[in-house]
């Protein structure tokens, strides 16, 4: 069966240092990869997704990017944190865009 | 992705009750999922549509697309305090190679005290 983790849990970071949140498959190979934000109470906004290594579309202009270096591996990343970057970041996957998406647990990052 | 129009924004249960909850798109949807997140987790699948008019349970789940593809509906029949939660409902237009989802805003799903 397939499984996603996302690691750190939780992150609690300044303003202006790096960041670097990390999303892996198991049990597939060649999944299309997202990235999404969720602000407190609020819906899921697409920032970033990948159909395949080194493949990145971008939804939303902002301070992140995202990088996928390997087949199942998805990184999310900024060069210097804003505060507006706070929020819960969740990965997701599918093996083609007619499947439902699958959800990580998340990360929490609080930016202070 | 498109905005889906979720309602209602929260609702409150008592155990036993049955509850419902829609979403609705000023677009046509070729694909309707329902989506449960705990608090501090990622949403879990409840249920997927693929077919207007479709009807389709996952124990006391059930969840129907609309018969003009602009809507859903998600029921809970006899809910049991573990049932809060907030549910999304999510959405792929009717367009191939379409890998963006449209998510409701969320039914937050509380216990009436």
């Known amino acids: 069966s397939q499984t996603i983790h996302q690691w750190p849990a939780t992150l609690v970071q300044p303003v202006g240092s790096p960041l670097s949140l990390e999303c892996t498959v198991e049990?597939?190979?060649?999944?299309?990869l997202y990235w999404y934000r969720q602000a407190a109470g609020r819906g899921l906004q697409l920032l970033f997704y990948?159909?395949?290594?080194?493949?990145i579309s971008s939804e939303v202009p902002q301070n992140l990017s995202a990088s996928r270096p390997q087949d199942r591996q998805f990184i999310l990343s900024s060069k210097k944190l804003l505060l507006s970057d706070s929020g819960f970041y969740l990965c997701?996957?599918?093996?083609?865009?007619?499947?439902?998406?699958?959800f990580g647990d998340g990360t929490r990052l609080s930016i202070l | 992705g498109q905005q889906l129009n979720q309602s209602p924004q929260s609702m409150f249960i008592q155990e036993g009750e049955d509850v419902s909850m829609n979403c609705t798109s000023s677009?046509?949807?070729?694909?309707w999922l329902w989506y449960k997140q705990d608090p501090g987790e990622g949403p879990v699948l409840l249920i997927a549509?693929?077919?207007?008019?479709e009807l389709t349970s996952n124990g006391r789940l059930t969840a129907q697309f609309g018969i003009t593809r602009k809507d859903s509906f998600l029921n809970i029949s006899a809910s049991i305090p573990s049932d809060v939660g907030i549910y999304f409902c999510?959405?792929?237009?009717?367009?191939?190679?379409?890998?963006?989802?449209?998510f409701g805003a969320g039914t937050t799903v509380t216990v009436r005290a």
């Open positions: 997701a996957w599918n093996r083609d865009v007619n499947q439902p998406q699958h």
């Open positions: 549509l693929y077919k207007a008019g």
């Open positions: 049990g597939t190979s060649n999944p299309n």
């Open positions: 990948s159909v395949g290594i080194g493949q």
């Open positions: 677009s046509i949807f070729n694909t």
């Open positions: 999510a959405g792929r237009l009717s367009r191939s190679n379409d890998y963006k989802l449209s």
